[in-house]
Protein backbone atom coordinates (compact mmCIF):
# COMPACT_ATOMS: atom_id res chain seq x y z
CA UNK A 1 0.00 0.00 0.00
CA UNK A 2 1.09 3.71 -0.18
CA UNK A 3 3.12 4.84 2.21
CA UNK A 4 1.42 8.07 2.48
CA UNK A 5 -2.33 8.04 2.60
CA UNK A 6 -4.69 11.25 1.93
CA UNK A 7 -7.93 11.69 3.79
CA UNK A 8 -10.72 12.82 2.87
CA UNK A 9 -10.75 11.51 -1.07
CA UNK A 10 -12.91 14.41 -1.83
CA UNK A 11 -13.62 17.52 -0.23
CA UNK A 12 -16.35 20.11 -1.41
CA UNK A 13 -16.36 23.48 0.60
CA UNK A 14 -17.65 27.08 -0.10
CA UNK A 15 -15.32 29.67 -1.19
CA UNK A 16 -13.96 31.87 1.87
CA UNK A 17 -14.68 28.34 4.37
CA UNK A 18 -11.27 26.62 5.39
CA UNK A 19 -10.43 23.40 3.91
CA UNK A 20 -8.02 20.78 5.75
CA UNK A 21 -6.86 17.82 4.66
CA UNK A 22 -4.74 15.17 6.69
CA UNK A 23 -1.95 12.37 5.35
CA UNK A 24 -0.86 9.47 6.93
CA UNK A 25 2.00 7.47 6.49
CA UNK A 26 3.58 3.97 8.22
CA UNK A 27 6.76 4.40 8.03
CA UNK A 28 9.70 6.99 9.99
CA UNK A 29 10.30 9.53 7.66
CA UNK A 30 12.68 12.68 6.49
CA UNK A 31 10.62 14.62 5.19
CA UNK A 32 7.06 15.13 3.71
CA UNK A 33 6.29 17.48 1.07
CA UNK A 34 2.63 18.83 0.03
CA UNK A 35 1.97 19.15 -3.90
CA UNK A 36 -0.93 20.52 -5.58
CA UNK A 37 -1.93 19.67 -8.89
CA UNK A 38 -4.58 21.47 -11.10
CA UNK A 39 -6.48 19.91 -13.63
CA UNK A 40 -4.68 18.60 -16.86
CA UNK A 41 -1.23 20.10 -15.13
CA UNK A 42 1.75 18.56 -13.48
CA UNK A 43 2.14 18.52 -9.70
CA UNK A 44 3.34 22.06 -8.17
CA UNK A 45 5.14 21.90 -5.19
CA UNK A 46 3.40 23.57 -2.13
CA UNK A 47 5.53 23.17 1.33
CA UNK A 48 8.56 20.49 2.39
CA UNK A 49 8.33 19.69 5.93
CA UNK A 50 11.23 18.10 7.98
CA UNK A 51 10.93 15.62 10.27
CA UNK A 52 12.10 17.43 13.26
CA UNK A 53 9.73 20.88 12.48
CA UNK A 54 6.08 20.96 13.95
CA UNK A 55 4.91 23.69 11.60
CA UNK A 56 5.40 25.62 8.37
CA UNK A 57 3.08 28.23 6.99
CA UNK A 58 3.02 29.62 3.57
CA UNK A 59 0.57 32.07 2.61
CA UNK A 60 -3.01 30.66 3.22
CA UNK A 61 -1.06 27.13 3.43
CA UNK A 62 -0.26 25.88 7.11
CA UNK A 63 0.56 22.43 7.45
CA UNK A 64 1.60 20.40 10.40
CA UNK A 65 3.42 17.43 11.45
CA UNK A 66 3.38 14.85 14.17
CA UNK A 67 5.90 11.93 13.96
CA UNK A 68 4.36 10.19 16.82
CA UNK A 69 1.11 9.78 15.08
CA UNK A 70 2.96 9.72 11.73
CA UNK A 71 0.61 12.18 10.42
CA UNK A 72 0.54 15.76 8.94
CA UNK A 73 -2.40 18.19 7.80
CA UNK A 74 -2.40 20.85 5.03
CA UNK A 75 -4.79 23.48 6.24
CA UNK A 76 -6.01 25.76 3.28
CA UNK A 77 -7.37 29.24 4.55
CA UNK A 78 -9.99 31.23 3.63
CA UNK A 79 -10.73 29.35 0.31
CA UNK A 80 -10.61 30.19 -3.50
CA UNK A 81 -12.74 28.97 -6.36
CA UNK A 82 -8.82 28.72 -7.66
CA UNK A 83 -7.89 26.77 -4.64
CA UNK A 84 -9.88 23.84 -6.68
CA UNK A 85 -7.45 21.22 -7.84
CA UNK A 86 -5.83 17.51 -5.91
CA UNK A 87 -3.74 17.93 -3.27
CA UNK A 88 -0.86 15.23 -2.67
CA UNK A 89 1.63 14.23 0.28
CA UNK A 90 4.58 13.08 -0.89
CA UNK A 91 6.38 11.12 2.14
CA UNK A 92 10.22 10.80 1.89
CA UNK A 93 11.26 7.91 4.35
CA UNK A 94 14.25 7.96 6.52
CA UNK A 95 15.78 4.71 5.02
CA UNK A 96 17.23 3.18 1.91
CA UNK A 97 17.80 6.96 0.16
CA UNK A 98 15.13 8.79 1.29
CA UNK A 99 12.43 7.15 -1.06
CA UNK A 100 9.63 9.46 -2.05
CA UNK A 101 5.89 7.63 -2.30
CA UNK A 102 3.38 10.23 -2.99
CA UNK A 103 -0.28 9.52 -2.17
CA UNK A 104 -3.49 8.93 -3.92
CA UNK A 105 -4.55 12.18 -3.49
CA UNK A 106 -7.28 14.63 -1.87
CA UNK A 107 -9.63 16.52 -4.44
CA UNK A 108 -11.10 19.88 -3.38
CA UNK A 109 -13.62 21.54 -4.77
CA UNK A 110 -14.16 24.89 -3.80
CA UNK A 111 -17.36 26.68 -4.37
CA UNK A 112 -17.90 30.26 -5.59
CA UNK B 1 12.12 29.52 -18.07
CA UNK B 2 10.63 26.78 -19.60
CA UNK B 3 11.06 24.36 -15.99
CA UNK B 4 10.31 20.87 -17.29
CA UNK B 5 9.35 20.49 -20.44
CA UNK B 6 7.30 17.00 -22.02
CA UNK B 7 6.99 15.84 -25.58
CA UNK B 8 4.67 15.16 -26.99
CA UNK B 9 1.68 16.05 -24.75
CA UNK B 10 -0.89 12.92 -26.08
CA UNK B 11 0.02 10.02 -28.08
CA UNK B 12 -2.65 7.19 -29.28
CA UNK B 13 -0.25 3.95 -29.74
CA UNK B 14 -1.52 0.28 -31.16
CA UNK B 15 -0.53 -2.79 -28.91
CA UNK B 16 3.28 -3.55 -30.24
CA UNK B 17 4.30 -0.39 -31.33
CA UNK B 18 6.97 1.39 -29.59
CA UNK B 19 7.60 5.28 -28.64
CA UNK B 20 9.94 7.39 -26.51
CA UNK B 21 8.81 10.05 -24.41
CA UNK B 22 10.82 13.12 -23.84
CA UNK B 23 12.01 15.47 -21.14
CA UNK B 24 14.44 18.38 -20.69
CA UNK B 25 14.61 20.30 -17.81
CA UNK B 26 15.96 24.08 -18.15
CA UNK B 27 17.08 24.03 -14.19
CA UNK B 28 20.45 23.02 -14.64
CA UNK B 29 19.09 20.18 -11.50
CA UNK B 30 20.78 17.29 -10.94
CA UNK B 31 17.96 14.39 -10.66
CA UNK B 32 15.71 13.19 -12.69
CA UNK B 33 12.23 11.11 -12.49
CA UNK B 34 9.79 9.48 -14.62
CA UNK B 35 6.53 8.37 -13.08
CA UNK B 36 3.07 7.68 -14.25
CA UNK B 37 -0.14 8.46 -12.91
CA UNK B 38 -3.08 6.34 -12.71
CA UNK B 39 -6.76 6.94 -11.86
CA UNK B 40 -6.64 6.44 -7.62
CA UNK B 41 -3.39 5.15 -7.25
CA UNK B 42 -1.11 8.89 -7.16
CA UNK B 43 2.14 8.71 -8.79
CA UNK B 44 4.13 6.03 -9.24
CA UNK B 45 8.20 6.00 -9.76
CA UNK B 46 9.22 3.94 -13.03
CA UNK B 47 12.60 5.32 -13.39
CA UNK B 48 15.18 7.74 -11.34
CA UNK B 49 18.29 9.32 -12.75
CA UNK B 50 20.62 10.65 -10.15
CA UNK B 51 22.49 12.52 -12.68
CA UNK B 52 23.81 11.97 -16.29
CA UNK B 53 25.34 8.60 -16.73
CA UNK B 54 23.22 6.62 -13.95
CA UNK B 55 19.87 5.28 -13.82
CA UNK B 56 17.57 3.27 -10.87
CA UNK B 57 14.66 1.30 -10.94
CA UNK B 58 11.57 2.20 -9.19
CA UNK B 59 8.67 0.88 -8.00
CA UNK B 60 6.99 -0.25 -11.44
CA UNK B 61 9.80 -0.45 -14.44
CA UNK B 62 9.31 -3.62 -16.09
CA UNK B 63 8.02 -2.56 -19.47
CA UNK B 64 9.82 0.73 -19.64
CA UNK B 65 13.47 1.74 -20.52
CA UNK B 66 15.14 5.02 -19.68
CA UNK B 67 18.13 7.41 -21.28
CA UNK B 68 19.90 9.78 -19.52
CA UNK B 69 21.39 11.38 -22.47
CA UNK B 70 23.21 14.45 -20.40
CA UNK B 71 22.26 16.72 -17.66
CA UNK B 72 19.27 18.19 -19.20
CA UNK B 73 17.17 15.03 -20.81
CA UNK B 74 16.29 12.20 -19.43
CA UNK B 75 14.14 9.88 -21.94
CA UNK B 76 11.31 7.28 -21.46
CA UNK B 77 11.28 4.64 -24.12
CA UNK B 78 8.20 1.51 -24.37
CA UNK B 79 9.57 -0.96 -26.72
CA UNK B 80 6.86 -3.03 -26.80
CA UNK B 81 3.81 -0.95 -26.05
CA UNK B 82 0.50 -3.02 -24.12
CA UNK B 83 -2.38 -1.69 -22.88
CA UNK B 84 -1.62 -1.80 -19.47
CA UNK B 85 0.52 1.26 -20.02
CA UNK B 86 -1.91 3.58 -20.65
CA UNK B 87 -1.43 6.42 -18.24
CA UNK B 88 -0.23 9.83 -17.76
CA UNK B 89 3.09 10.09 -17.78
CA UNK B 90 5.15 12.48 -15.91
CA UNK B 91 8.39 14.06 -15.81
CA UNK B 92 9.97 15.72 -12.86
CA UNK B 93 13.53 17.03 -11.54
CA UNK B 94 14.81 18.22 -8.30
CA UNK B 95 18.36 19.98 -7.86
CA UNK B 96 19.86 17.51 -5.23
CA UNK B 97 21.58 14.25 -6.37
CA UNK B 98 19.35 12.85 -3.78
CA UNK B 99 16.52 11.28 -4.00
CA UNK B 100 13.53 13.04 -1.76
CA UNK B 101 15.67 15.76 -0.17
CA UNK B 102 13.77 18.91 -1.80
CA UNK B 103 11.32 19.32 -3.89
CA UNK B 104 10.56 17.79 -7.54
CA UNK B 105 9.32 20.11 -10.18
CA UNK B 106 7.11 18.62 -12.57
CA UNK B 107 6.26 18.68 -16.24
CA UNK B 108 2.51 18.65 -17.85
CA UNK B 109 2.81 15.30 -18.86
CA UNK B 110 2.26 12.63 -21.79
CA UNK B 111 -1.36 11.42 -21.75
CA UNK B 112 -0.86 7.77 -23.52
CA UNK B 113 -3.24 5.58 -24.54
CA UNK B 114 -3.10 2.12 -26.06
CA UNK B 115 -5.11 0.62 -27.98
Known amino acids: SQQGEEDPQALSIQEGENATMNCSYK?????LQWYRQNSGRGLVHLIL?????REKHSGRLRVTLDTSKKSSSLLITASRAADTASYFC????????????FGAGTRLFVKA | NAGVTQTPKFQVLKTGQSMTLQCAQD?????MYWYRQDPGMGLRLIYY?????TTDKGEVPNGYNVSRLNKREFSLRLESAAPSQTSVYFC???????WGVGPQHFGDGTRLSIL
Open chain 2, 92 to 98: ASSESPF
Open chain 1, 27 to 31: TSINN
Open chain 1, 49 to 53: IRSNE
Open chain 1, 90 to 101: ATAANTGGFKTI
Open chain 2, 27 to 31: MNHNS
Open chain 2, 49 to 53: SASEG
